[in-house]
């Protein structure tokens, strides 16, 4: 069982930036590659970012390149989402999950995905 510990939301400006943690216990999570989600209000989970087990790939949602990156240090068992250049749209809870499949096109499928954390709600003002 590995428990994930979303933290790093707030509110912020548009144009401002965030950092996002996501602390792993249970497990280390050098076996998995790890992914961050996001889910608006009314609207279905969707794809932020993915990171495979050493960071050596990375994989982001259009909508996010160039602003977000995804980075992990496995020996602190956490993840990490940089967010550059936040947007209104941008707001969501942000969630992080574990992925033990290898890389395929349906990485951006929740269903591969096998343990999630609470979520951290980021808030972005126009």
């Known amino acids: 069982q590995v428990h994930l510990a979303e933290s790093g939301g707030g509110l912020v400006q548009a144009g401002g930036s965030l950092r996002l943690s996501c602390a792993a216990s249970g497990r280390k999570i050098s076996n998995y590659a790890m992914a961050w989600f996001r889910q608006a209000p009314g609207k279905e989970r969707e794809f932020v970012a993915r990171?495979?087990?050493?960071?050596?790939?990375?994989d982001y949602a259009d909508s996010v390149k160039g602003r977000f990156t995804i980075s992990r240090v496995n020996a602190k068992n956490t993840v990490y989402l940089q967010m550059n250049s936040l947007k209104p749209e941008d707001t969501a809870i942000y969630y992080c999950?574990?992925?033990?499949?290898?890389?395929?096109?349906?990485?951006?499928?929740?269903?591969?995905?096998?343990?999630w954390g609470q979520g951290t709600q980021v808030t972005v003002s126009s």
């Open positions: 999950a574990t992925d033990r499949l290898s890389y395929s096109s349906t990485y951006r499928d929740l269903a591969r995905y096998d343990y």
């Open positions: 990171i495979n087990w050493n960071g050596g790939n990375t």
